[in-house]
């Protein structure tokens, strides 16, 4: 006689089919993300949704495609603010910028750019350190909702005193006042920020190099795959980058154990800061 049906066995079958039905309808790859966070988000999209299971969800999404957006917003949501962990830009200018401008042109790719925050930071940053003019910025998610926000640069106002005190502390020679406008608890960035900014989907997980990186921050972002989709991801970078290119990961996030590890000398083991070995 078979024992009691084990509801966490079910849930787990039922998670890895919507993962493959994801990927075989729409091309979303989430099949070697990290379990742990993909279950978590998943549980909350079902309870949000109004879903019994996550194989009734599966159902919905296969069968009506606006569903989709909703399911993508939960399993790819980043929380994210303007010059997170400050000592991470402090070093870009400490340590990357004299060598950025021995370059007559530079590209930078903010990976996984999510609401934006991270783009406008490193946009302010060239700004103020007069790299501005010669850098086109390429910002990418996979998330469509997420790239129409950080294109449209409007965030609560009551954000702003955080974001404030990060970009002071990060070095900032100007108050990030003067980059937007505030009116009716919004804050909206202004347009000038956005000129020479490339807003793009791309995926980690299956798209290619698509030009050469002289900077590449893509941060609290690896740390929802697992092992082998990490070193993928970072064999992408590396494939993207100039000689001597640098490469910023998240406050949690390592090249220590990955198999890109001897391919990048580390130039801030503290702010997870990369640069990208010669030869």
């Known amino acids: ?53 996550i194989s009734a969800m599966q159902e919905r999404v296969l069968h009506d495609p606006s569903l989709l957006p909703k399911l993508l917003g939960y399993l790819t949501v980043q929380v994210s603010e303007m010059f997170r962990d400050p000592t991470f830009f402090r070093a870009i200018r400490e340590k990357v910028v004299p060598h950025l401008r021995t370059y007559p042109s530079l590209k930078v790719w903010i990976a996984g750019c999510s ?103 893509c941060r609290n972002v690896l740390i929802y795959f697992d092992r082998d989709l990490q070193d993928r991801a970072l064999r992408l970078f590396e494939a993207s980058m100039v000689r001597k290119g640098f490469l910023g990961l998240g406050a949690k996030e390592s090249l220590r154990f990955s198999a890109l590890a001897g391919s990048f000398e580390e130039l801030s083991r503290e702010d997870k800061l990369y640069q990208k070995r010669g030869g």
């Open 1 to 53: 006689m078979m024992g009691a049906e084990d509801p966490k066995s079910v849930e787990d079958i039922e998670i890895r089919l919507l993962l493959e039905a994801l990927f075989l309808t729409y091309h979303y790859d989430f099949r070697d993300y990290a379990m742990a966070s993909v279950k978590r988000r998943l549980r909350q999209a079902r309870q949000a949704l109004g879903f019994a299971t």
């Open 115 to 217: 609401g934006g925050e991270e783009l406008y930071s490193m946009v302010i940053l060239f700004r103020e350190e007069g790299l501005e003019e010669r850098t086109l910025f390429y910002a990418t998610d996979i998330n469509a909702q997420a790239l129409e926000v950080a294109e449209a640069g409007i965030y609560a106002l009551d954000r702003m005193q955080l974001f404030t005190e990060n970009h002071r502390m990060s070095g900032g020679k100007s108050s990030l006042s003067d980059y937007y406008q505030a009116a009716y608890g919004r804050a909206s960035f202004d347009k000038s920020l956005r000129r020479n900014v490339v807003f793009s989907d791309h995926s980690l997980v299956t798209d290619a190099v698509f030009a050469e990186m002289h900077l590449i921050s």
